[in-house]
């Protein structure tokens, strides 16, 4: 087990972090959203609708009628990764998220992968989506897709360095609209269908030359890391968890309804467009926007690209707010040298982390210039892995004082978190040797610099921070 500081309910100030020896406790951020606030932020990371059209279509494209079934498993498979996050998120609420919940349960190194991995993953998504603003921005305008993901993530940078309620808001109302072309999608596609629902699990894809290829089982489990992905965002409300009130009661229910909302909202769209595409051809070319337009007509395809490039942004601007806290956090618990802490712990006027902010968004706007394969590749990769570390936590939260602790407990235990270490190894041995070598060089560098930096300091640095819940 980690070495883990449980700090008092503090006043959120401007001054950089203490140092270790120092009387004062780290800093915390305020309690300022409901479940319904952090529902609506959690939502809008995991961002349905431009999920479903910019993430999907590259799952049509490999994966053709077999799409619906493997994001169906991938669903399931995310229910018992919600379980795990439910109940180590109200066990330790922590703005860390991922990694002060299995640094305090399966160790300091362990910890310390499973940050780097969620930094990786942090770092990935929101340029990826972004990237997918300038194909339904192309009804008004023509913009090359590297530039307006770019902007999309300065834009979503300076909405991250606003209020926290503010924000939810503003991504509440864009949400709404995001569901609604969702919506449109699934009423055109159903009312259009030219295959009936057996067609789901007659698993076809067009090959080269107009050929028909069967989907085999061993694609559908190469495409669960990206299925994984797809609904990935669910997790936001542990990075949450230190400004949720009441978090032993909230985060287990923004998870479980986040997950169950975006799934229904994602699923039953891939239905709609599988069932409904004209042919196999057009299905496997992913084109949402151009079988919306011929289900309907120019205006409401226009409509609906609108709703997804506003949905884009929305996503940017949550995914910017989650990953600020994950810096944050990590500047708290004493990961980087001592300037690097006491700058991306400085918290602004509205209460964000606004250095946290800028070096995720700027950098955000960088990889928006790279390959869009590599990213999500090392994306698939990275959250499989993540994943497969929450779950061996989960699989040590009933030891020791955690044992009697306050938290909201998964049924099941332990043959959830067991299966799932299980299942999910298997998804990761089915990757990509290329993608696999790039996230597990990463990963080997950052054990250098544990070996190397944090593990020779253990009593000043990567001391992860737990605040206490003032409501427990």
């Keep these: 087990m980690s070495d883990t500081l449980r700090t008092s309910p503090t006043t959120v100030t401007e001054e950089p972090l203490a140092p270790l020896g120092n009387t004062a406790s780290p800093q915390k951020l305020k309690r300022s959203i409901g479940v319904v606030g952090g ?15 910019v993430v999907v279509p590259d799952l049509f494209s490999s994966l053709g009628t077999a799409t619906a079934l ?3 498993i991938g669903s399931l498979l995310c229910i018992a990764v919600a379980f ?18 299995v640094s305090t349960l399966a160790g300091r190194l362990a910890g ?4 780097v991995l969620s930094l990786l993953v942090v770092m990935i998504v929101p340029p990826v989506i972004a990237m997918g603003t300038a194909d339904y921005l192309a009804p008004l305008v023509h913009l090359p897709a590297a530039g307006a993901g770019a902007g999309v993530m300065l834009l979503a940078t300076l909405a991250g360095l606003l209020d926290l309620r503010a924000n939810a808001w503003i991504t509440g109302i864009f949400l709404v609209l995001e569901v609604i072309a969702a919506g449109v999608v699934a009423v055109l596609g159903f009312a259009h269908s030219e295959r009936g629902a057996g067609s789901l699990v007659d698993l076809h894809v067009s090959g080269a030359g107009g050929h028909t290829d069967t989907v085999t089982a061993m694609l559908i489990i190469s495409g669960l890391a990206i299925a994984l992905f797809i609904t990935q965002g669910f997790s936001t409300a542990v990075y949450l968890s230190e400004e949720l009130e009441n978090p032993r009661r909230n985060v287990a229910r923004t998870v479980l309804a986040t997950l169950a909302i975006s799934t229904v909202v994602i699923l039953v769209p891939v239905v709609a467009i599988t069932m409904g595409a004209p042919d196999l051809a057009a299905l496997t070319s992913g084109d949402i926007s151009g079988m919306v337009e011929a289900w309907s007509n120019s205006a409401v395809g226009t409509f609906v690209s609108l709703c997804v490039a506003l949905a884009i942004i929305n996503a940017g601007i949550v995914m910017v707010i989650q990953n600020s806290r994950v810096l944050f956090a990590s500047a708290r618990d004493k990961s980087w040298p001592e300037p690097v802490n006491n700058a991306l712990s400085k918290l602004g006027r509205f209460g964000s982390p606004w250095v946290a902010t800028l070096v995720v968004g ?8 790279v390959n869009l394969d590599t990213l999500y590749g090392v ?40 299966v799932l270490i299980a299942v999910l190894a298997y998804i990761l041995s089915q990757q990509e040797v290329t993608y696999l070598l790039w996230t ?15 593990r020779p300091r253990k009593d000043t640095r990567w001391l992860v921070s737990i605040p206490e819940d003032e409501q427990a």
């Design 362 to 369: 700027v950098p955000g706007a960088a990889l928006c210039f």
């Design 84 to 101: 795990c996050y439910s109940e180590l998120g109200t066990l330790i609420p922590s703005a860390g998220g991922e990694y002060a919940m």
């Design 70 to 72: 493997t994001i169906a």
């Design 440 to 454: 597990g060089g990463i990963t080997a560098a950052a054990t250098l610099y544990w070996a190397l930096y944090l």
């Design 39 to 53: 529902t609506l932020l959690t939502l809008s990371c995991v961002t349905p609708a431009s999920t479903l059209f």
């Design 379 to 418: 994306t698939g990769v990275s959250v499989t892995g993540m994943y497969l570390l929450v779950a061996v936590a989960a699989l040590l939260a009933r030891r020791g004082s955690h044992r009697d602790q306050p938290a909201w407990r998964m049924p099941l235990w332990p043959a959830v978190p067991v």
């Design 112 to 115: 310390w992968l499973v940050f």
